[in-house]
C-alpha cells in the first residue's frame, strides 16, 4: 500500500470520536508506538506502562477493525528506534510520505519535540487540537487577562455557563442560585459504612509486565498476581462512568475529603486514567452524570453532582489553563527553597506513620489514591519536611496512573506544594494531625500519638507543622488566610516553641526512619 499522509497518535490521545476519523483515506496511516523515551523519561509505576500500552493496543485494534490503515510499533519491533522523532523520520523516508499531521500534545516536553521534528521534515506538518477539552490551552490566560488573582472558581463559573451545566433556563445563573457546595462535601465516613464497590475490569497483563522486565525499564510500585484493573478501550470507560453514576454518586461530594483504612476508593469515580489519555471526554462525563442526577434528584442532593462537575469542568480544565501559562518555568519554581529529599519510605511504604502507610501502600499495589490522600497526607508531609519540589514532582509523575505533567505538576508543585509562591492555591495546604483525625480514622492505629507535638511517639505532623510555620513566616507573612495560625504560634511560650522545634529538627534528621 502506498501512503501519501502520515498521523501520530500519542499514548495519551485515545480519542475515537476526533473529527480525523469522520473520514477514511487508504492513502493516510496512523502511526502509534511503544517507545522507551516514554517509558524512560521518569520511573512509572509498573501499573501505568501497563496501561499506556493496553490502552494503545487496543485503541490501534480497534482502529483497523473500523478499516483505517494503523501501523502500531510494540516496544520490540525490530524497526523501533524508540522515539518519536526518530521514528517519524524513519517511516516518512521509508513510505515517502508528503505529509505529517500530529495532535497538539498536552505535555511541553512533547510540544517542543514535535516543533522540533516539525521544522527538520522537509513536507507540510500540521497540528490538530485534541478535541478533548472544553477550553483551549491559552484559556485560563485569555479568561484572567489583567488579572492579578487567578482564581479558579471564576473560571468554573464561566465554563459551567458556556456549556450550560447545571444552570437555570436564563443560562445565567446556577441551579438553586447557588454556584459552588463545597463546605458541605467535607464529612468524615460514619463508624459503619458500605461503600458500594467499584466495577472490575481485571484482565491478565503477564505478557506485558514480561515485556517491560526484558527491556530492564525501571519501574516503581505493584503490580498483583499481575493483574490490571482499570477500563482500556472506550466501552469499559462508559462502563465505569455508568457504574459511578450508578453506585457512587450519590454520596460523592459528602465523602469526597474522607480517608478510611478499609475504604481505598470511596465514593471516587476512579475515572482519571480514562480521562486523561481521552477515551471519554469530560463533556460527556458531566453530562452523563447531570443526566443521571436529574433523573434521580428526589434521592441524589445537587451538593453531590455540583462536586463532581467541579472537579472536571472546574480543576481540571483550570489546571491545564495554568499548565501551559507557566510553562516551561513552572518546573524551576521552589518558593520556600525546599533542598530536603524524599524520604525512602515513598518509595517502599515502610514507615511507622499509620496515615502515610496506608497512603503509599494502596499508591504502590493500586497506581492510584484519591485527592486528599495525594494533597493532605503524602503532599503535606513532603512540604512539612521540606522536600525539594523536583523530587516530590518525579514521586507523583511517576507513581499514578493518570500522572500527565500538565495535570500532575500543577497539582503537585502549585496545589500541593505551593513551589508557584501561590497561583493555585490561596495558602499552603499544611495541617498537623488535627485534621487527618478529623477526616480519617488513621490516627486510631498509628504508632504515633495523634496529640502529642514532642516527646515519645509524638506525630511527626505536630511539630513539622509549626517547623514550616516558624522557619517559613517571611514567606507567609502576606497571606491573610494564614495570620490566625502564625498568631497562635507567636503566642506560645517561647520553651514550648523551642522543644516543637527541636522536636521538628530530629524528626527532619531522621525522616528515613519515622
Ligand atoms: P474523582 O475524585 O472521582 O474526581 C473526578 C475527576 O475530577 C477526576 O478523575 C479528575 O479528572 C478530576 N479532578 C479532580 N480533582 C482534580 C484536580 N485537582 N486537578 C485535575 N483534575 C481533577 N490528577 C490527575 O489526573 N493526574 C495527576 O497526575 C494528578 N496528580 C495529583 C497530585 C497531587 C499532589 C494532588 C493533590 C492531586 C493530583 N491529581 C491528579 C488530582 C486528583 O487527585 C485526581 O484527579 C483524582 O484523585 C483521580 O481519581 P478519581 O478519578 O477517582 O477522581
Ligand atoms: Fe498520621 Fe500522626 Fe495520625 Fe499517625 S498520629 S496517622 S502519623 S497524623
Redesign the pocket.
Known amino acids: 500500500m502506498a501512503y501519501r499522509k502520515l498521523r501520530l497518535i500519542l499514548g495519551d490521545q485515545l480519542n475515537h470520536q476526533h473529527s480525523w476519523f469522520d473520514d477514511k483515506d487508504p492513502e493516510t496511516l496512523y502511526v502509534m508506538m511503544e517507545m522507551l523515551s516514554e517509558t524512560n523519561y521518569v520511573a512509572h509505576h509498573i501499573q501505568k506502562v501497563v496501561g499506556f500500552f493496553l490502552a494503545m493496543r487496543q485503541f490501534a485494534q480497534e482502529l483497523e477493525e473500523k478499516g483505517y490503515e494503523v501501523l502500531y510499533w510494540q516496544l520490540d519491533h525490530k524497526e523501533n528506534k524508540q522515539s518519536v522523532p526518530d521514528n517519524i523520520k524513519y517511516l516518512v523516508d521509508k513510505f515517502n510520505i508528503e505529509s505529517f499531521e500530529y495532535l497538539l500534545p498536552d505535555e511541553y516536553r512533547l510540544d517542543q519535540q514535535l516543533k522540533t521534528l516539525a521544522d527538520d521534515l522537509n513536507i507540510p506538518v500540521t497540528a490538530y487540537d485534541t478535541e478533548h477539552f472544553l477550553t483551549k490551552r491559552e484559556g485560563v490566560e485569555e479568561f484572567f487577562a489583567g488579572k492579578k488573582r487567578l482564581i479558579m472558581e471564576y473560571f468554573y463559573r464561566r465554563v459551567r455557563t458556556d456549556y450550560d451545566l447545571l444552570m437555570e433556563s436564563d443560562g445565567k445563573t446556577p441551579l438553586t442560585g447557588q454556584w459552588n457546595y463545597d463546605h458541605s462535601n467535607r464529612k468524615k465516613y460514619p463508624k459503619k459504612i458500605d461503600v458500594p464497590k467499584t466495577k472490575k475490569f481485571e484482565r491478565d497483563a503477564s505478557e506485558i509486565v514480561e515485556l517491560i522486565e526484558s527491556f530492564d525499564i525501571k519501574t516503581i510500585g505493584r503490580i498483583p498476581d499481575k493483574v490490571f484493573d482499570y477500563p482500556i478501550s472506550r466501552a469499559e470507560a462508559l462502563e465505569a462512568l455508568e457504574d459511578?453514576n450508578d453506585s457512587r454518586l450519590i454520596h460523592?461530594g459528602d465523602y469526597?475529603d474522607a480517608m478510611s483504612e478499609t475504604e481505598r476508593?470511596g465514593y471516587?469515580?476512579?475515572?482519571?486514567?480514562a480521562?486523561?489519555v481521552k477515551l471519554i471526554t469530560?463533556l460527556e462525563v458531566v453530562q452523563s452524570s447531570i443526566a443521571h442526577w436529574h433523573k434521580h434528584s428526589d434521592e441524589i442532593d445537587i451538593s453531590q453532582i455540583e462536586g463532581?462537575v467541579r472537579?472536571?469542568v472546574g480543576?481540571?480544565e483550570y489546571?491545564r489553563g495554568m499548565y501551559w501559562l507557566q510553562m516551561p518555568e513552572l518546573e524551576e519554581k521552589n518558593y520556600f527553597d525546599h533542598q530536603a529529599k524524599l524520604p525512602d519510605h515513598y518509595w517502599d511504604g515502610n514507615t511507622k506513620m499509620n496515615c502515610m502507610a496506608n497512603a503509599i501502600n494502596q499508591s504502590l499495589d493500586m497506581a492510584?489514591?484519591?485527592?486528599i490522600q495525594?494533597?493532605m497526607v503524602?503532599?503535606n508531609f513532603a512540604l512539612l519536611l521540606g522536600v525539594h519540589p523536583d523530587a516530590v514532582d518525579a514521586w507523583?509523575?511517576g507513581i499514578?496512573i493518570?500522572?500527565?505533567q500538565w495535570?500532575?505538576i500543577?497539582?503537585?508543585r502549585c496545589?500541593?506544594q505551593f513551589a508557584d509562591g501561590g497561583k493555585v492555591a490561596t495558602k499552603p495546604y499544611v495541617s498537623s494531625a488535627n485534621y487527618i483525625h478529623k477526616m480519617s480514622d488513621y490516627c486510631n492505629n498509628c504508632h504515633y500519638d495523634r496529640k502529642k507535638k514532642y516527646g515519645d511517639k509524638a506525630c511527626p505532623f505536630n511539630s513539622l507543622f509549626w517547623d514550616f510555620y516558624d522557619r517559613n513566616a517571611s514567606q507567609l507573612k502576606h497571606i491573610g488566610r494564614i495570620n490566625m495560625m502564625m498568631g497562635t504560634w507567636n503566642k506560645m511560650e517561647s520553651s514550648e516553641r523551642e522543644k516543637i522545634l527541636q522536636q521538628a529538627a530530629e524528626y527532619k534528621a531522621n525522616a528515613d526512619e519515622l
Open positions: 459511578f460523592f469526597q476508593l471516587h469515580s476512579r475515572i482519571s486514567f480521562l486523561n469530560p463532581f472537579q472536571i480543576w481540571r489546571m492510584y489514591a484519591h485527592h495525594r494533597l503524602t503532599g507523583y509523575l499514578y493518570d500522572a500527565i495535570v500532575e500543577t497539582n503537585t496545589m500541593s
